[in-house]
């Protein structure tokens, strides 16, 4: 059985998003992150979007896959905005508050 593929692992050595962005330098966070909430073209379901990141697009897809997975929801990234499926504002801005950004909630 030493050739079966590996299906899960309790390994905890891979690195969290939020110590590989505060070790990259050129990041600006004191410019805060703008969210808001979408409605239009979504069949009454609401989203979330955030934009404002300061990343380069490597590090913006570890942040957004990392938001994906605390939120369990979909996202997407379209140039510089993010878009979260559903409303999940209080949970992104707990998660972007403990890798350090600044977020501005806009509109209601």
Not at 8 to 31: C, F, N, V
Not at 41 to 47: E, V
Not at 82 to 105: P, Y
């Amino acid at each position: 059985m030493s050739s079966s593929k590996l299906i899960y692992s309790t390994d905890k050595t891979t690195l969290y998003p939020a110590k590989i962005i505060r070790g990259t330098s050129g990041i600006k966070k004191d410019i805060p992150i703008t969210m808001s909430r979408l409605f239009n073209g979504r069949k009454g379901k609401g989203g979330t979007r955030l934009s404002g990141f300061h990343l380069s697009r490597i590090e913006l897809r570890k942040l957004v896959k990392h938001l994906k997975q605390e939120c369990c929801s979909g996202s997407t990234i379209k140039k510089d905005l993010v878009e979260i499926q559903g409303d999940k504002r209080d949970k992104v801005i707990q998660l972007l508050t403990e890798m350090g950004f600044s977020t501005i909630e806009v509109g209601s």
